[in-house]
């Protein structure tokens, strides 16, 4: 493996948040990939290609490609570190932004004793949500023009949209890493490593915390069930309970936090960088 890399001629960004499905999207993406390529794992925006990548094509010293992967950051402070990244020199970088609905992803996160941020800055896990639902849709513009977003309900059951995701990315397509389940974050939240991608049932998992009380939290912002209705689904069972759980004055503080938080982190990081 080279010790420095100095020239990616393609970079591919994945930005998910834990329990997304981000590792099951990458597999499938990296057999697409024609010629050598690198990839690095849950790595730090300033310095991705710092260590040996999990995964490479070739003897790793020509790949001109690579796919870099990054979990529960808050997007703000992200963009504003991946704009001063200056090694190595990326060509052409493709950002993808991976989602999953809310209640099946925040489900897998209770069982794999992910009920926080990865990373804290500045967000709690339903203002960060809040906060991806947002680029997911547009609404704002952190990642950048060119966005690739992928709904990871829609990727797993449909083929024709695996297909225009493909297209998208400039890859050939290709099913063949659709059921590879990897060791990362230790396989599935509830099946480990023991069923193959697509046979396992994630649609189902939020009703293991129909009753749970922190569950039921994540769902007082009305925006958040409002853009579910509208991408995935509400499910039937927590129809009434959701209604009753959403709270105004949970929706007005997650849109200040959402908002200012992250500029007053980032402002601070920016004014420790510079004194220290």
């Known amino acids: ?86 090694h190595p020199i990326v060509k052409k970088r493709v950002s993808i932004l991976i989602l999953r609905d809310p209640f099946n992803w925040y489900a897998s996160r209770l069982k794999s004793n992910m009920s926080n941020p990865a990373h804290y800055l500045g967000l709690n896990l339903r203002q960060l949500y809040l906060q991806y639902l947002r680029e997911y849709q547009g609404d704002t513009n952190l990642l950048g023009d060119g966005l690739v977003t992928i709904s990871f309900n829609r990727w797993k059951s449909d083929l024709a949209y695996r ?8 890859l050939e397509f290709t099913d063949d890493g659709l059921n590879k389940v990897t060791g990362e974050g230790g396989g599935s939240s509830f099946d480990g490593m023991k069923i193959k991608g697509q046979e396992l049932n994630t649609e189902t998992r939020y009703r293991h915390y129909l009753k749970n009380a922190k569950f039921l939290a994540l769902f007082s912002n009305l925006e958040i069930i409002n853009f579910s209705k509208r991408e995935f689904f509400v499910p039937s069972e927590l129809q009434n309970e959701l209604s009753r ?3 105004l004055s949970i929706k007005f503080l997650d ?18 960088l510079k004194l220290r």
């Open 255 to 272: 849109n200040i936090v959402v908002r200012f938080v992250p500029r007053i982190t980032t402002f601070l990081r920016s004014l420790y």
């Open 163 to 170: 297909q225009v995701i493909s297209e998208r990315l400039g």
């Open 1 to 86: 493996m080279p010790k420095e890399i100095n020239n990616i001629d393609r970079e591919f960004m994945v930005i998910g948040l834990r329990r997304t499905g981000n590792h099951a999207i990458i597999n499938w993406i990296l057999p697409q990939i024609q010629g050598d390529f690198l990839y690095y794992n849950d790595v730090w925006p300033n310095d991705p290609y710092k260590g040996n990548p999990k995964q490479f094509r070739g003897d790793g010293s020509s790949a001109k490609v690579s796919l870099i992967s990054f979990e529960d950051y808050n997007l703000r402070i992200f963009k504003r570190i991946i704009k001063g990244r200056k």
């Open 245 to 247: 759980n959403s709270k």
